[in-house]
């Protein structure tokens, strides 16, 4: 998962940094806009696209942002330690911003999702799933929405586990903000990561925001061994995340209590896709026991 070698120093990262942060001041411009430019060119760097004093203009902007963040670093594709995996993704981003501990990332990564209103079944399931991935040496990952993930992250800590947040906000932001603790006990002792801009998320109506919280959904598939659905509905996020995993070739697992919902259709819709569906997680196990 890890380059061999870096073709960055620091201070050419925060020009790269500043370089992606100025691409996504140009009109229409989403991850898919900026990983078809860069596929054009693949040994293109974002500081290829963009003229120098716009750089510097927004890295002028950025310095007060990161100097503001505790444990903060960044990931660029190509710095020796970006994760080779992402680049299963339809459109490969090629920055990741993070806090914390960035060798977590390289660890056997599961990734636990579902609904924002979870049943007490579905919190109980969670919890339960969540300790046996612990015990089983598995980090936890999850997205720090309400319901099933935040229930995810805090059992993974309360079992003495590890745990990754990717989030859909920019590390300075907290969504929802009653999470605000958790997401600063992942960011100070465990990983927390983003993909979203500061200044354009800053600068934009918050109804245009909404939309990077699926496409951390579709990073979060990329960046874990397979993503397990414990409970969600028929217009749920988390699908985004399913659609995601099978297309990377991850593993998709689906608890039996969604196929047992008659309400629900994606469930049977995604296991004819190749989705695994787990009653226990003895069939879990099975699953996840050729992952390195």
């Not at 963009?50 to 203009?57: D, G, H, N, Q």
């Not at 501990?101 to 339960?128: D, H, K, M």
């Not at 993503?227 to 995601?244: D, H, K, M, P, Y």
Request: with cysteine.
């Amino acid at each position: 998962m890890r380059n061999s070698t870096s073709k960055y120093s620091v201070l050419s990262i925060l020009e790269e940094i500043s370089a992606y942060e100025a691409l996504w001041s140009r009109p229409n411009t989403t991850f898919r806009t900026i990983a078809t430019q860069l596929s054009k060119h693949p040994e293109s760097l974002a500081s290829t696209l963009v003229a120098p004093k716009l750089i510097a203009e927004y890295k002028k902007s950025l310095l007060p942002i990161l100097k503001a963040l505790p444990h903060f670093g960044a990931r660029i594709d190509g710095d020796g330690m970006f994760p080779e995996h992402l680049k299963d993704a339809r459109y490969p981003i090629k920055i990741l911003y993070y806090q914390g501990n960035w060798e977590l990332a390289y660890l056997p990564c599961i990734a636990i999702v579902g609904t924002r209103n979870p049943s007490p079944e579905g919190i109980e399931r969670t919890q339960y799933l969540v300790k046996k991935l612990i015990s089983d040496k598995f980090a936890i990952v999850s997205g720090l929405a309400r319901g099933i993930d935040t229930t995810a992250h805090r059992t993974a800590i309360e079992a003495g586990g590890v745990t990754i947040g990717v989030i859909g906000t920019p590390l300075n932001q907290y969504y929802p903000p009653e999470n605000r603790d958790l997401q600063d006990i992942i960011a100070k002792d465990f990983l927390l990561i983003s993909q979203v801009p500061f200044i354009k998320y800053t600068k934009q109506d918050y109804r245009q925001n909404r939309f990077f919280f699926p496409e951390r959904n579709v990073t979060m598939s990329a960046l874990t061994q397979a993503t397990i659905i414990v409970e969600a509905g028929e217009t749920s996020g988390t699908l985004v995340q399913a659609r995601a995993a099978l297309q990377q070739g991850r593993k998709l697992i689906i608890l039996e209590n969604n196929f047992l919902n008659t309400s629900l259709s994606w469930p049977k819709k995604f296991e004819q896709q190749g989705a695994i569906r787990a009653k226990d997680y003895n069939e879990i196990c099975k699953h996840l026991s050729d992952i390195p």
